[in-house]
């Protein structure tokens, strides 16, 4: 079956750091590929997705690329801001018309001033 | 404004009472989903709806149920034949089922 593997958290950085959140994924067809934030308290918002192989997702200066031979879709962001801190979780979609979301476990990111 | 509204936020009952929990969207999405959420494991699927009148079990729908007599409503009963219901639920609606998902702000439920 599918399933996505995210690196343990949670991670702490400081403000302006480097952040690189891997995720690696197992699936039977083609999947597309999203990256899910939830901040306190609330529901989740799409990040980013990649729909096929070499795409690359971007939004709010986040980036994740679909490496299909290392089957890995990492989240990175060149300087995080205390706004970004929360649960960030890594999904897939498997092709078919009844295709569901599969989910990572997520990470918790927290940005310190 | 479009959305997904839950409500409540926070919902506390006791051991051995059914609840229900309460799903609307005003975003004319087909689909609607429930999604428990528990520290460190992710979100997992209990029951999904592509249309009116039809949902499908998810994989974990023990000890849950829900109904789809309208679009815009999706209610989940959270039974107590459910084990382990303390959780934090998730509802989301989509145009479809493979397109994008968007999620309601979540209710927390408290059994003791």
């Known amino acids: 079956g599918n399933s996505v593997t995210q690196m343990e958290g949670p991670v702490t950085l400081s403000e302006e750091a480097f952040l690189t959140i891997n995720c690696t994924y197992t699936a039977t067809g083609y999947p597309s590929l999203f990256w899910y934030v939830q901040y306190p308290g609330e529901g989740l918002q799409l990040l980013l997705k990649a729909t096929k192989a070499d795409d690359k997702g971007s939004n709010k200066g986040f980036e994740a690329t679909y490496r299909k031979e290392t089957t890995s879709f990492h989240l990175e962001k060149g300087s995080v801001q205390v706004s970004d801190s929360a649960v960030y979780f890594c999904?897939?979609?498997?092709?078919?018309?009844?295709?569901?979301?599969?989910f990572g476990k997520g990470i918790t990111l927290s940005v310190r001033p | 404004d479009g959305g997904i509204t839950q409500s409540p936020k926070y919902l506390f009952r006791k051991e051995g009472q059914n609840v229900t929990l309460s799903c609307e969207q005003n975003?004319?999405?087909?689909?609607m989903y429930w999604y428990r959420q528990d520290p460190g494991q992710g979100l997992r699927l209990i029951y999904y709806s592509q249309i009116v009148n039809d949902f499908q079990k998810g994989d974990i729908a023990e000890g849950y149920s829900v109904s789809r007599e309208k679009k815009e409503s999706f209610p989940l009963t959270v039974t107590s034949a459910q084990k382990n219901p303390t959780a934090f639920y998730l509802c989301?609606?989509?145009?479809?089922?493979?397109?994008?998902?968007?999620f309601g702000p979540g209710t927390r439920l408290t059994v003791t």
């Open positions: 989301a609606s989509s145009e479809g089922h493979s397109y994008e998902q968007y």
């Open positions: 999904a897939l979609r498997d092709t078919g018309a009844n295709s569901k979301l599969t």
């Open positions: 975003l004319n999405h087909d689909a």
